[in-house]
């Protein structure tokens, strides 16, 4: 029989042949503490598999149409004017897009010479190959005279950011304008040739001859003054 020091008496006598196991004070409340962590564990888990089933497995909602449906825009009066294609790289696609312009009348104004009167030596200033080539077949389906078409002197080549640069002498100011509104945005200077011959230098900034109906258009306006500027208003 087992009974502790200091102990006497039956109220206080342990009975048996081992001491009872005791346990350690506080490991009730870690039992707790362990119990809560894994039920907060799992429902943090069971919120994030109900999340990711949402994400990827969720239907979209339809859009309505007409609140953030994009559209193409109207082409405006002023597209109108700009040259409707870029001349392609052989010159077999720029010959075919000057036929299918030259098919459309040509409308000039009095005191506008004829195409067929007008000696065009047409000049490349870009880095562009072939297009001196290709803009004097344009221009040749629609009746002007060719004369000479090779690369812009080395004073102009790449010097010219516009359009394109018309340069005639003091007796060819009509064929300059005419020549000139062949294409969009092109200048105009006048050198000491004797002649009506007109030089077209194509510079970087050029894109396409414009259409019959535009050039007749410009020549309208340029041979009308009070007309173009009542345009602005």
Known sequence: MLTPPGLKGKQYRISGKAYPRLSRPGQKRRRVLQIMAAVVAVAVLGWGTVQLVTVFGGKKKPVAAG???THPAKAS????????????AGASAGASAGASAAAAPLVLPSGVPQPATITVNVFNA?????????TAAQLRLRGFKIGKIGNAPATLENKITGSAQVTGGATGHAAMSLVGSEVSGATSTTDARKD???DLYIG????????PAQVSQALALAASPSASAGAHC
């Open 67 to 69: 609140k953030d449906c």
């Open 77 to 88: 009066a002023a597209d109108a004017a700009k040259p409707s294609a870029t001349p392609s």
């Open 126 to 134: 870009t880095n562009r190959a072939g297009l001196a080539g290709q």
């Open 196 to 198: 009506a011959s007109v």
């Open 204 to 211: 970087n900034g050029f894109t396409a001859l414009l259409t």
